[in-house]
C-alpha cells in the first residue's frame, strides 16, 4: 500500500514538473515572439528614409513590389525602415505589406511637411498625437453654373458605417487617428535631445492634394486643428488601425507658406536623427 502512494505521489510530482516546465516554456516562447516583432520606420521618398537606414547595423535590403525595406537592428533589437513612396495610396499599400509580411510591433510614418500653424519654423517637428485624412470630403449641391465652393465643403468619415458615405449623415464628420500613447511618450522622453528647432504634440494632416494656398491652408488649420500637412501619415494610420497595430507619425516643418519659412531640404536627415532617438527609447522602455 505504502509503494503504490508513493508510486502515485512521484507521477504527481511528475506531471506538476511537466505542467510547470511546459507553462515556462510557453511564456519564454511568448517573450521570445514578442521580441521579435520589429519596429517599422516609414519614409516615403529616399532622402526621407536612406539615413534612418544608414543608421542600422547588420541592414538586409527587401523588396516586395516597389517597396523598399530594409531590414537591421539598433541596439540589438529589429528594425525596418520601409520607403514607402509618395501619396496615400502607396503608403496604405506599403503599411499592409509591411504588416503581413514582418508583423512589427509598432510603426512610426516620419518624413518632412509643410507648415499649417504660424507659430511653427522650418526644423521645428509635430509629434501627432492624432492625424486626419483631408483629402475625404463631401461637396456641396450646386447646380450648373452655380460655382464651387470649397470653404462649404463638409468632411466625410469613410470608416462610419460600411453603407455610401456620401448619403450617410453620421459621416459628415472630422476622423482623427488618435497617436500611440506608449510611443507619444518615448517621442516626448527625448525631445531635449533635439535642438534644430521645437518638438510639439499636434494635429498631422494627409492628402493626395499639395496646398499652396494660404487661405485654404488656414482653413483646415481652424476646422481641423492641423499643425501640418503631408501626404501619407493617414493613410498609415487607418491601416495600423485596422491591424490594431501602435501607431505615431513624426513630421518635420521643411517650409511653412504660413509664415513665409522657405524649403530646406537637410530636415529630413534632421527629423530622422530625432527619430532614431526616439526608437531607442521606446526600445529601453521595453526592456
Not at 521579435?36 to 526621407?48: K, N, R, T, V, W
Not at 507648415?115 to 470630403?137: C, K, Q, W, Y
Not at 456641396?140 to 463638409?154: F, R, V
Request: proline share 4%; glycine share 10%; with cysteine.
Amino acid at each position: 500500500m505504502k509503494k503504490k502512494i508513493a508510486s502515485l505521489a512521484a507521477v504527481s510530482v511528475l506531471g506538476l514538473s511537466l505542467f510547470t516546465g511546459c507553462s515556462s516554456t510557453n511564456k519564454t516562447e511568448a517573450k521570445d515572439k514578442k521580441e521579435e516583432q520589429p519596429i517599422l520606420i516609414q519614409g516615403p521618398m529616399p532622402i526621407e528614409a536612406e539615413k534612418f537606414a544608414g543608421k542600422l547595423k547588420n541592414v538586409k535590403e527587401e523588396k516586395s513590389g516597389s517597396f523598399v525595406f530594409y531590414k537591421g537592428t539598433v541596439d540589438d533589437y529589429p528594425v525596418i525602415v520601409a520607403k514607402t513612396g509618395k501619396g496615400m495610396e502607396n503608403t496604405a499599400a506599403a503599411t499592409a505589406v509591411a504588416i503581413e509580411k514582418y508583423d512589427p510591433i509598432a510603426i512610426i510614418n516620419q518624413g518632412t511637411s509643410g507648415g499649417h500653424d504660424p507659430a511653427l519654423n522650418v526644423f521645428d517637428i509635430v509629434i501627432g498625437e492624432r492625424t486626419v485624412n483631408l483629402g475625404s470630403l463631401k461637396t456641396g449641391n450646386l447646380a450648373d453654373e452655380e460655382g464651387i465652393d470649397p470653404t462649404a465643403w463638409k468632411p466625410m468619415d469613410l470608416m462610419a458605417s460600411e453603407g455610401s458615405a456620401g448619403e450617410d449623415p453620421n459621416a459628415e464628420k472630422i476622423r482623427y487617428y488618435d497617436g500611440d500613447e506608449t510611443l507619444l511618450a518615448a517621442a516626448n522622453a527625448v525631445k531635449d535631445t533635439y535642438k534644430k528647432g521645437k518638438v510639439v504634440e499636434g494635429t498631422i494632416g494627409s492628402a493626395d492634394v499639395w496646398n499652396n494656398e494660404v487661405d485654404r491652408i488656414q482653413w483646415f488649420h481652424e476646422k481641423y486643428g492641423t499643425s501640418v500637412e503631408e501626404m501619407e501619415g493617414a493613410a498609415a494610420a487607418q491601416i495600423a488601425g485596422a491591424y490594431d497595430v501602435p501607431f505615431l507619425g513624426i513630421r518635420v516643418l521643411s517650409n511653412n507658406k504660413t509664415n513665409g519659412g522657405a524649403y530646406n531640404p537637410d530636415t529630413a536627415a534632421a527629423n530622422q536623427g530625432y527619430v532614431y532617438e526616439v526608437v531607442k527609447e521606446y526600445i529601453a522602455e521595453m526592456e
